[in-house]
């Protein structure tokens, strides 16, 4: 199930498929979230754990995300908060997100968003110091 939830969080316009992704999807209420009013909506996919999510009334966008995710410690709620959503290259997107589960809370910050860049391949060469130690174990494969 793990795998599942990761594969749809990973998707990059589930937003716009959700009528793909969930079988079920029920409006619970109302509440107020960062001074936002929301929507309250338990989503359930198809597969993996069913998810409770926060829109804001007046811009339609996720604000806040919840489900117990099962874990080597066994279950435990996690939680998602989006915040402070930006243009970039014509997506809109949270330039921030706090994430809780466990006890632990990690925020991530995007300054910037570049979508569908042309990269060459130097971009997947390794650093010089990895290279060399990359070099150093082929010239001697016992280390």
Do not use: H
Not at 24 to 43: A, P, S
Not at 127 to 132: M, V
């Amino acid at each position: 199930m793990e795998q599942l939830d990761s594969l749809r969080d990973a998707t990059f316009n589930a937003p716009l498929l959700w009528r793909k992704l969930y079988k079920k999807v029920e409006t619970l209420g109302m509440e107020t979230i960062n001074g936002d009013d929301c929507y309250k909506v338990e989503l359930t996919p198809n597969e993996g754990a069913v998810e409770t999510g926060w829109y804001s009334k007046k811009s339609g966008l996720i604000v806040k995300r919840s489900r117990i995710a099962k874990s080597p410690m066994g279950e435990i709620p996690v939680e998602f908060v989006t915040v402070d959503y930006r243009e970039f290259n014509g997506l809109l997107m949270p330039t921030k997100v706090v994430q809780k589960a466990a006890g632990t809370e990690f925020t991530i910050t995007l300054d910037s968003v570049r979508v569908n860049e042309k990269l060459g391949p130097e971009k997947f060469d390794p650093p010089a110091d990895i290279k060399a130690l990359i070099d150093k174990s082929k010239a001697d494969p016992k280390q």
